[in-house]
């Protein structure tokens, strides 16, 4: 699946451009999987599917949440929608959900914190996802942490005093929590920030589509700190 990791090479895009073409590209090839993954899907039960992703099956739909909205995916055509606008969700947030749901293991949370290259599969990318992740939170909010925190209490994180001096968790699906920390800069070393992942992540989303979610959450600090 093309993505984030396939480009890991390109220095020549900023991190914003890279992750504006990844997600063009996922986008792209899951358009060509998805009505796969719909076919599979529906060879399974939906209350099963729905206690995996850790939301609810009601009245032929799957309902749960994604960074915060309201999302319910009627059983029959598998095409999500926005609860409170009754709009449908993009394609890629329409994909990104499918294959949420096709993923799901029903692991439990770990509650243990690790870096993208302890994710099976992301050592090799590990510093390309740097760049265009805690990289971009350092040079944005390193010497600006009063900001950095009114952001992410506008996407609902909640604090972590153990994890670093500013840190944040994050929710953008029922079984996928990523954190935001952040160490502020000094006269000997510069400021740096990570987005990190609960120890379960594998078990609902491939390497790709955690990328594009780790790359996400950083690309809404930095929009959400303006």
């Known amino acids: 699946m093309p993505g984030l990791t396939d480009q ?9 451009e890279l992750v504006d073409q990844a997600r063009q590209a996922w986008q792209e090839s899951m358009l060509r999987r998805l009505d796969e993954l719909r076919s599979d ?3 399974r039960q939906p209350e099963i599917i729905a206690a995996r992703c850790g939301g609810t099956y009601r009245d032929g739909s799957i309902l749960l949440e994604y960074w915060g909205r309201a999302i319910s995916i009627p059983w029959n055509s598998l095409a999500p929608l926005f609860v409170e606008e009754n709009k449908p969700c993009s394609v890629f947030d329409s994909a990104m959900l499918i294959y949420y749901l096709h993923t799901a293991r029903g692991t439990d949370l770990a509650d243990r914190w690790i870096a993208f290259r302890e994710i099976p599969g992301g050592a090799f990318y590990h510093q390309a996802f740097q760049g265009y992740s805690g990289d971009r939170v350092a040079r944005r909010f390193g010497e600006q942490t009063d900001d950095f925190e ?9 604090r972590l005093p153990a994890l670093a ?3 944040y968790a994050f929710q953008p699906l029922p079984r996928i929590r990523l954190a935001a920390a952040l160490w502020p800069g000094d ?9 990190l992942f609960d120890a379960s992540v594998d ?3 491939t390497i ?3 990328a594009l979610i780790g790359a996400g959450l950083a690309g809404r600090l930095l929009r959400a700190g303006k």
């Open 150 to 158: 009114r952001a992410a209490q506008k996407l609902d994180g909640w």
């Open 208 to 210: 790709d589509g955690l």
């Open 187 to 195: 006269e000997d070393f510069a400021a740096r920030a990570s987005i």
């Open 203 to 205: 078990s609902y989303l």
């Open 41 to 43: 899907l529906h060879t």
């Open 8 to 16: 890991a090479g390109d220095q020549q895009a900023s991190g914003e």
């Open 165 to 167: 001096p500013y840190a």
